[in-house]
């Protein structure tokens, strides 16, 4: 299953909502066939439309929670545990490798990152 696209899905919904062709780019075929049925009544079109809004103005990180379930991207399965990290960098900073400044920038790099 490929990771789908927040800003594809958008512009789906907004050009050709009416058919629910945004809705099976994202997997729910049985609301594409739903929107495909009544596609003659402009209802679908109407919600199609505020979807794509609605897309449009969600963060990637809520998108892919409800779209993208499962999925991880490349650089997230490679991210060192943060615990070794720090101990690795107390080490460093230990061992006069690394200054005290330097271990602070990076301490609070990995912070920022995990949290």
């Not at 490349?74 to 061992?95: S, V, Y």
Request: a neutral charge; hydrophobic letters at 45%.
């Amino acid at each position: 299953m490929a990771k789908k696209n927040r800003l594809a899905a958008a512009s789906l919904a907004i050009l050709v909502g009416m058919f629910g062709i945004h809705k099976f780019y994202l997997g729910r075929s049985a609301a594409g066939i739903l929107y495909l049925l009544f596609c003659w009544t402009g209802l679908p079109g109407l919600v199609g439309l505020v979807e794509g809004i609605v897309y449009l103005f969600q963060s990637d990180t809520e998108f892919d929670g409800k779209y993208n379930v499962g999925l991880v991207s490349a650089p997230e399965k490679f991210l060192p545990d943060p615990i070794e990290t720090l101990r690795r960098l107390e080490g460093l900073r230990q061992e006069g490798l690394i200054s005290e400044q330097e271990f602070e920038l990076k301490r609070r790099q990995l912070l920022d990152r995990i949290s």
